[in-house]
């Protein structure tokens, strides 16, 4: 299974981004996506993760949306109003069934800068 990612950039503060991330290869089922970060010195942390138990950072709250296509495997972070404290290293993550088999592996995306300054 891969997770490819896309949609990270450089922004002005106020601005928006739409980072998306697809899942290829042998899929069974995709029980959760999600998207974490990691800011330079900082440890990664949850920014959003999909329903039906969904999360958002509280400091992203009101000005990020995340959003799953089931049929295309692929989840999508819009984020609205960016900050200069949103600057990091976004990686996508899915909780996902290779085969009906049972078992749920964790794979991660390469991860994605975004960097919002001036």
């Known amino acids: 299974v891969l997770l490819a990612e896309s949609g990270g950039g450089s922004v002005q503060p106020g601005g928006s981004l739409r980072l998306s991330c697809t899942a290829s290869g042998d899929i069974y089922r995709i029980n959760l996506m999600a998207w974490y970060r990691r800011a330079p010195g900082n440890q990664r942390e949850l920014v959003a993760q999909?329903?039906?138990?969904?999360i958002f950072l509280e400091s992203v709250k009101g000005r990020f949306i995340i959003s799953f296509d089931k049929d295309k495997n692929a989840v999508y972070l819009e984020m609205n109003s960016l900050k200069a404290e949103d600057t990091a290293v976004y990686y996508c993550?899915?909780?996902?069934?290779?085969?009906?088999?049972?078992?749920?592996?964790?794979?991660w995306g390469q991860g994605t800068q975004v960097t919002v300054s001036p």
């Open positions: 993550n899915g909780l996902i069934s290779p085969d009906r088999f049972g078992g749920t592996n964790s794979y």
């Open positions: 999909t329903p039906p138990n969904e």
